[in-house]
């Protein structure tokens, strides 16, 4: 790769790939801030099946599990998506 080419990726992806990407700038904390927010972590509990958003819910606490669990990320992403777009 040239030093010219560089420029066009960013960690392996193209940036036009992103222009396309809806989550792209947005950190799981902000998603998660929103979904909290817009629904409260009773209804969010209900929505995502998860037990860090059912028993005890902190903001740190789910974070933490979400960033080490990707398919419950993903789901969490999903409703963020079906919610705000």
């Not at 392996?12 to 629904?39: C, R, S």
Request: charged share 20%.
């Amino acid at each position: 790769m040239s030093k010219f080419s560089y420029s066009y990726y960013f960690c392996g992806m193209a940036i036009d790939e992103q222009k396309n990407n809806p989550l792209h700038g947005k950190t799981l904390e902000f998603i998660l801030k929103q979904l909290v927010w817009h629904y409260g972590w009773e209804e969010l509990g209900l929505l995502v099946k998860i037990a860090c958003f059912n028993n005890n819910p902190t903001m740190n606490s789910s974070l933490k599990f979400l960033r080490k669990t990707d398919w419950a990320r993903k789901k969490v992403e999903k409703l963020y998506l079906n919610t705000f777009h």
